[in-house]
């Protein structure tokens, strides 16, 4: 998903930091970490493995301090199948189960991308001089957002939903 500008101040702002899934191209081993800018580690981890990498999933969650509380849980449950340094011998939907379950038993929330950036444009549409419906405020904003038109499309309550 393209970002529009601004994200990285937004996320700043909010406090929101990132737990991240990355893994090879056959989807084994895992490598869990933790960003306040998932997509520029991610540049970092590939540019220095020979394996073609991809950026699994990434969770926004409500700061540092939550998001670091469940990489180690991850690695201290897994450490017995720890391949080399953060890389583990896990599937994906079992590492995906742990961090949900993880974020729900925090008692906390944690959103996709897509959730965030629509949260910025909820807060971009606050200016009262901006007419309801009209194109996102947002420069550099994703296409679906032009094409939902604001908040009155969509059918959750709130700007995001927890997943």
């Known amino acids: ?3 529009p500008h601004g994200f990285r101040r937004f996320t ?3 406090a929101f930091h990132s737990l991240y899934l990355v893994t090879t191209e056959s989807s084994n081993p895992v490598k869990v970490g933790i960003a306040a800018d998932p997509s520029h580690r991610f540049a970092s981890i590939q540019s220095s493995n020979f394996v073609r990498l991809r950026l699994h999933r990434v969770w926004w969650l409500a700061g540092r301090q939550i998001s670091g ?3 180690k849980d991850f690695k201290a449950h897994f450490g017995t199948r720890c391949v080399r340094g953060e890389w583990f011998e896990v599937g994906l939907v079992e590492a995906e189960s742990f961090i949900d379950a993880a974020v729900r038993a925090i ?3 944690g959103v996709e991308e897509e959730q965030v950036v629509r949260l910025m444009d909820h807060y971009a549409r606050q200016d009262p001089l901006r007419p309801p419906g ?3 405020p947002l420069r550099g904003a994703p296409a679906y957002l032009d ?3 604001g908040n009155s499309e969509r059918k959750q309550p ?3 939903k927890a997943r």
């Open 1 to 3: 998903m393209r970002r």
């Open 12 to 14: 700043k702002r909010q």
């Open 69 to 71: 509380r469940i990489e």
């Open 107 to 109: 008692g906390t929330w």
């Open 134 to 136: 009209g194109p996102s």
């Open 147 to 149: 094409m939902v038109g």
């Open 158 to 160: 709130g700007p995001f």
